[in-house]
């Protein structure tokens, strides 16, 4: 009796450890609480390390579509990534008569589909190493898995990292990137 005691117990824990780590908390970006029950814009605001995204967001006229319902799999660049542009390049996009061009980069970093890092990283093993991924703007992005971190290469040969990865949202995922993803230029 004390052995099919422990079996439920044990079984339960292992029941209970599986779904704590099913539904964990987000990762904090920026400092901020990145809530699943929110919309990537909702969350996006609530990142100091986004307001550079957060003002492209809202110069191009897109804050309606990513609060809308998607799914969608954002590759947030953050601060530091816009910084890595060359000098004046964030200011001229943000211009109102550049808003078709501001546009088509942020774009080329939404995918219209909720995907997870894990989904990402079988699609490129099961591609042999490196996998096609078309974004919402036209950009072909190759995604690849190097020392456990996923790599996105642009059509430009400009390659931007996986830092934060599966950060949820009411409307897709939130991937953070060090680099801004560029179209062909």
């Known amino acids: 009796m004390f052995k099919t005691a422990l079996r439920p117990l044990a079984f339960s824990a ?8 099913a539904y964990a908390a987000n990762p904090m970006v920026g ?11 909702e969350n996006a605001v609530n990142s100091k390390d986004h307001t550079t995204l957060v003002a492209a967001v809202q110069a191009a006229g897109l804050v309606e579509t990513l609060s809308g319902a998607g799914p969608f799999t954002v590759f947030a660049p953050t601060n530091d990534a816009f910084a890595k542009l060359p000098a004046g390049t964030v200011d001229t996009l943000l211009k109102p008569e550049n808003k ?13 589909a909720d995907v997870m890092s894990d989904a990402i990283v079988k699609m490129i093993a099961d591609d042999g190493g490196e996998h096609d991924v078309t974004t919402v703007g036209g950009c072909v992005l190759k995604a690849k898995a190097m020392d456990g971190k996923v790599t996105l290469t642009d059509e430009n040969g400009g390659v931007s990292t996986v830092t934060i990865a599966d950060v949820k949202q009411s409307n897709g995922v939130i991937h953070v990137v060090d680099t801004v993803i560029l179209p062909k230029m």
């Open 100 to 112: 078709d061009q501001l546009t088509k980069v942020l774009t080329c970093h939404v995918v219209a």
């Open 14 to 21: 292992a029941i209970l450890a599986g779904a704590a780590a």
């Open 31 to 41: 400092g901020g609480e990145m809530l699943e029950t929110k919309n990537i814009v």
